[in-house]
């Protein structure tokens, strides 16, 4: 039970960690004039930051599912 209680409280947390991210002081960090195989670097962090959001949300999503019994179906 007490793995259950982890697992929700992450997904509390995984989106203000998230919002957290992309406030101005520390977006303001990557507002730099330099390029990443020619993209800047405040939109591929912007960017990287969010697709690793989702990333988590997804997995931690699937894990919520596991510890409360439901069914996941694989894709794959």
Do not use: C, H
């Not at 259950?4 to 002081?25: K, N």
């Not at 962090?45 to 069914?71: D, K, V």
């Amino acid at each position: 039970m007490r793995g259950d209680r982890r697992i929700r409280d992450l997904g509390v947390l995984l989106p203000l960690a998230v919002l957290l991210l992309l406030l101005p002081p520390y977006i303001s960090i990557f507002d730099q004039p330099v390029f990443l195989a020619g993209v800047p670097l405040l939109p591929a962090y912007i960017f990287t930051a969010w697709i690793i959001g989702i990333g988590l949300a997804a997995w931690l999503s699937r894990r919520i599912l596991r510890a409360e019994g439901g069914n996941v179906e694989d894709d794959s």
